[in-house]
Each structure stands twice: as C-alpha cells, then as structure tokens.
C-alpha cells in the first residue's frame, strides 16, 4: 500500500460532481452535508485544511465551448459556479459549527473576502477553514490549478484530490475492466502517460513545487479520514515512484 506523507496542512480538492451525489446536477445539500462531515472529522485529527471545490456540476467552460460559446467568457461562468458551491459548503460546514472563510480570486465583495494569503494564513492559524472559490480567477484554466496554486503558496504539504474514483488508473477503469490502480505513481509518468489525474499545469505545478498528490475516492462514507490514517485507498503521485 502506498504510504501517506506526514502532514499537518492540507489542500483539499473536491470536483464539483461529488457536490451532486446522486443527482445529475446541481447541488444535493444534504450529501454537501454529509460532505462537511468528512471535513470536520479530518480537522478535529489537528489538521488545518484549505479547500478547493471544482465547479463541473453546474458548468464547464468547454461544455459551453463546445456549444458554440466564447472559451473565455464559458470559462467565467464556471468560475461563479465554483464560487456557488463553496458558499454551499461554507453553509454546510457552518451547520456543524465549522467557522469557515470563502476566499474568491474574482472579486466578489457582497459574497466573500478576495483571495488573500496572509489573512488566508491567519484564519488557519485561527483554526477555520479557508475554501478557495473561483479557481486561479482566469480562463483557460481548471480548478485543478487553483488547488495546485493554493497548495503551494499556502505551503500546504499535500493536495488531497476527492473525486468519484479510488486513484489512478493506468486506463479507464470504466472502459477497461482489466484497469490496473497505481499505489504511487509519479509526476512524469502522468504526464508522460497522460494519465488522469488533474490538468497538466497542476501536476507540473506541484512537481515543481514537490507537493505529492494524492487521489482517492471521497463517495466512500469515512474515507478521507482513513486516507489520512493511512488506511485508505489511494494512490500518491510524487517524485520518485
Ligand atoms: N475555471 C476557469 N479558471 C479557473 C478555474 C475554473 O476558467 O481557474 C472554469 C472552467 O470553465 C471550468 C469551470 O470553471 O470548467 C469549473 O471548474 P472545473 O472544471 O475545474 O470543476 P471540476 O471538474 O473540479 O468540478
């Protein structure tokens, strides 16, 4: 199995889709809930945890590309669904008595605090949670990139990717029943294989910046906590592999 680094900050990247649960779309404000849980228990282990959320429930920039609609301006409009989902979780989080900061890289005075780092840092030290909206707050960019962006400045020692699978794949395991899961993997070999884990800026992103990455499956009730035990499924993507 493959070994969880020590950590004691973490980023937390959740893609959008998770935020439906079973829906097709949009928002299930009760697995959000369900969501926040997982979160709270992972911090009351003594971590500090920034969170990162995707936006590909509601819209996808290329979706709307695809669709005949300028890049750029499809691109802002996932943009705000990232930030719709963040005040999702922030409501989530808060109904558990988690105390929480949206901090958005487009500005959005009336709705959240601008992306800020060192304030960013004091809430953490202050023990809330900062949830990071709006991605990198430009187009032709994913919120894999914001995770990987936040990661490094807020000098987090792991990103840890929640979405629908249980890591990496050597092929699509929806297609390839033979699939095989990587324990590690690493950075090169994703992007030499193109392997699909996040975007290829945000890999090189956090190889650069040497912050492993670990994929694992955030629909399993518990499984982030047993991830951070050690005891999950997952798979690291780091330098040496
Ligand atoms: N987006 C963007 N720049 C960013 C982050 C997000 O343009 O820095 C847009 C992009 O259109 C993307 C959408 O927001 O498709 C939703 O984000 P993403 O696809 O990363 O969400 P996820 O797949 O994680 O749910």
Known sequence: MSEMPPVKRVLLKLSGEVLMGEQGFGIDPAFVLELAKEVKAAQETGLEICLVIGGGNIFRGMAGAAQGMDRAQADYMGMLA????????????????????????????QVCEPVIRRRAERHLEKGRIVIFAAGVGAPYFTTDSGAALRAAEMR?????????????????????????????????????????????????????????????????KGNLARVLAGEGVQTIVKGEA
């Open 82 to 109: 990232t930030v719709m989902n963040a005040l999702a979780m922030q409501s989530a989080l808060e109904q558990l008595g988690v105390h929480t900061r949206v901090q958005s890289a487009v500005e959005m005075d």
């Open 156 to 220: 987090c020692d792991a990103l840890l990717k929640g979405t629908s699978v249980d890591g990496v794949y050597d092929s699509d395991p929806k297609k390839n029943a033979g699939a095989k899961r990587y324990d590690t993997v690493s950075y090169d070999r994703v992007l030499a294989d193109n392997l699909r884990v996040m975007d290829a800026s945000a890999v090189a992103l956090c190889r650069d910046n040497d912050i492993p990455i670990v994929v694992f499956s955030i629909r399993e």
